[in-house]
């Protein structure tokens, strides 16, 4: 298998994380089960995000160096179809008394989650993440570009990760622990971005590595799920993810190629539609999910938050409203130009 299968299934794999996400953000109530611990750790799709996000953003900055175009690029990607959305969900839930001013202030300018602002401060630390990712991403690859023994600027790269790890387990604070727990995830991302721009193969040894790996990260999460569940755990949850999600995601492209080459009229084709609108979709249903509640409530109607109809019904309204909101923006992009 090359590393290129990963980058062209990008899509399909980004609508797969996506739906992985919207499972974990259903407030369903379900019994121990293999279901009930996909939907626990379901959060693994944010770490699928990042690393295809990492591969995308090692492409596009092949293409131009140019950092400040990169950075550019990057932001009018990202805050324009987000900032709306979190404006306006952000305002409804301050009406329905669910957010105080400060939670509503601090997403709007997006410094909940780097300062600390408001009572849900872990609620918002993705999109400014992401920016510190995409900040980071031409140092990181000059960096690279500048060691004739790239073996040695890899260690360089992941000690740096290890030491910023420790920093977040001393603060023993949850918002810290998600945002540095993933960098590794976004700096394989990087690596693999590489690897599929040379057109490099994965050796059968390192695919039989991580199969293995993603075993015992399996082992570990169930472990820790009944077990181990203490405030220094966290950071061995995203070590775990680290193997899960790279492994997923070559078997999935496996997966998807072989039923593609061997069933012409398997297309993906919902995948794919999820794939290309998952920003509007995270940034909306969490959010919808509280404020259909709050709805169906002020319009007489008594339904469960838990309950698996009315998650499944707010699943679809988001998927709707991501879809029309997607085409709303594309159009004024089209205008604008």
């Excluded at 601090?106 to 993705?126: A, D, H, M, R, V």
Aim: charged share 15%; hydrophobic share 50%; with cysteine.
């Amino acid at each position: 298998m090359k590393y290129l299968d990963i980058s062209r299934n990008k899509v399909e794999l980004m609508g797969v994380a996506m739906l992985l996400v919207m499972f974990f953000h259903a407030q369903v109530r379900i019994d121990n089960s293999i279901l009930y611990y996909i939907h626990y750790y379901g959060y693994i799709g944010v770490d699928l995000f990042l690393f295809l996000s990492g591969i995308g953003c090692l492409y596009s900055y092949r293409k131009n160096s140019d950092k400040k175009q990169f950075f550019k690029k990057r932001i009018f990607r990202l805050l324009p179809v987000y900032l709306p959305i979190a404006i306006v969900l952000s305002f409804l839930l301050l009406k329905f008394n669910y957010i105080t001013v400060s939670d509503f202030l601090g997403e709007s300018t997006l410094t909940n989650f780097i300062f600390q602002i408001g009572n849900f401060p872990k609620w918002y630390w993705y999109i400014p993440s992401l920016l510190f990712m995409y900040f980071l991403t031409p140092f990181v690859i000059d960096f690279y570009d500048k060691y004739k023994n790239k073996r040695k600027a890899i260690v360089v790269i992941w000690f740096v990760s290890f030491l910023l790890g420790l920093l977040a387990m001393g603060y023993n604070n949850a918002c810290y622990y998600i945002f540095v727990g993933r960098i590794p995830i976004y700096l394989i991302g990087l690596y693999f971005g590489q690897k599929a721009l040379n057109e490099d193969k994965m050796s059968k040894g390192s695919i039989i590595f991580l199969f293995i790996m993603s075993l015992l990260s399996i082992l570990f999460l169930v472990w820790n799920r009944n077990f181990g569940v203490r405030w220094w755990s966290n950071l061995f949850i995203y070590s775990a993810f680290i193997f899960l999600t790279v492994f997923l995601s070559i078997l999935i492209s496996y997966i998807i190629n072989y039923l593609r080459d061997h069933f012409k009229f398997i297309k993906f084709s919902f995948l794919k539609f999820i794939g290309t609108i998952t920003l509007e979709i995270y940034s909306m249903h969490e959010r919808l999910i509280i404020i259909g509640f709050f709805i169906f409530k002020k319009l007489g109607y008594t339904v469960s938050i838990y309950g698996m109809k009315y998650n499944i019904f707010i699943a679809f309204v988001t998927i709707f409203m991501a879809y029309i909101y997607n085409k709303v923006i594309k159009w004024m992009m089209d205008y604008k130009k």
